[in-house]
């Protein structure tokens, strides 16, 4: 079993609409987590860092991290065509373990 | 300070060659990373140093590689008799503990 589980998609949703990406991880000592965006042949870009259970909120983004059920979530309000991108999580022990990333493109 | 710089952007090497890359974190970061992604894949780690300390080292990174990062400032990774298997994107990330992980845009490596 990966450390960190997240489905690769592709996701395509109308500009617009509301985003949900998901991840599942295995480690309960995992105590950051983390979004990266990343554009293609570019490196991540840290998009949200949380450390506790519950929901933090940055702009059109809200990251949550539920530690009883190992699940973290990102959302994404009013997507735009620019948000189109390889969407990857990561938690955290001494280094850090990512999902495969999920693909995502907002159609204008 | 610009962020994670990473050299050469992109390597092009016939097999069998040996190939260095090279990583200058943000300055005030003591941490500093490589991951190694190949597409359709998240980064996957390879070792990590706190300063001058190679603290891990992942079994992706064969004897064939080695990384070091001798005053606790920038840091190098070779890798020797490149493989075809080797080619991906080599990435850089350096924190101040867990703050601020911050990645580098990659040297992208194809072997031929």
């Known amino acids: 079993q990966k450390e960190v589980e997240q489905d690769p998609g592709p996701l395509s949703v109308p500009e617009g609409a509301i985003v949900s990406l998901n991840c599942t991880y295995s480690?309960?000592?995992?105590?950051?987590f983390m979004w990266y965006r990343q554009y293609s042949r570019k490196g991540p870009e840290l998009l949200m860092y949380?450390?506790?259970?519950g929901n933090k909120e940055d702009g059109r983004f809200t990251a949550q991290v539920d530690k009883s059920s190992k699940y973290i979530s990102l959302f994404i309000r009013d997507s735009q065509p620019s948000d189109s991108a390889t969407y990857l999580c990561?938690?955290?022990?001494?280094?850090?373990?990512f999902g495969t990333g999920t693909s995502l493109t907002v159609i204008p | 300070d610009t962020g994670v710089s990473q050299n050469p952007r992109h390597k092009i090497t016939k097999r069998g060659q040996n190939v260095t890359f090279r990583c200058d974190p943000i300055?005030?970061?003591?941490?500093l990373y490589w991951y190694r992604q190949t597409l359709g894949q998240g980064p996957e780690f390879l070792t990590y140093?706190?300063?001058?300390?190679?603290?891990?080292k992942s079994r992706l990174l064969s004897d064939r590689f080695s990384a070091e990062r001798p005053k606790g400032s920038f840091s190098t990774l070779e890798i020797q008799r490149t493989e075809q298997g080797d080619s991906a994107m080599y990435l850089c990330?350096?924190?101040?503990?867990?703050?601020?992980?911050?990645f580098g845009s990659g040297t992208r490596l194809t072997v031929v």
């Open positions: 990330a350096s924190s101040y503990g867990n703050n601020g992980y911050t």
């Open positions: 480690n309960s000592a995992f105590q950051y």
């Open positions: 949380t450390y506790s259970s």
């Open positions: 990561a938690c955290t022990g001494n280094q850090f373990y």
């Open positions: 300055s005030e970061h003591n941490r």
């Open positions: 140093f706190q300063n001058e300390a190679q603290l891990e």
